[in-house]
């Protein structure tokens, strides 16, 4: 099963940090993210995770039910990264919205 992620699947005030706009900037269409905990990272050349979505409530209640029936994320890659300004901000962010792949184990 794809799920395609859209501005309601992601916290959009996640992406404020100045610090993860500089990561999002190097981030393109196409690469793959690694999941945990509700939030995708990516991996830093040392190796590190470094954090750049996080789900919304609604949507990572929504995979903790495709979960309980057994549906697990395989893969997930970056399908978009847009300019985003939310009506109380002052500037317009960058977000990331990736594709996920389920499969049934």
Known sequence: ?????THRDVFLGYFNSDGRQRVIERLYSGM?????????FVRSRDGRSVHVARFSKAF?????KWAAAGYWPTEIVIRHILWWKGEEDERETLIVLPTIKLRRA
């Open 32 to 40: 793959r993210l690694g999941i945990e905990d509700n939030e995708l």
């Open 60 to 64: 990572a209640e929504r995979l903790a």
């Open 1 to 5: 099963m794809l799920v395609q992620l």
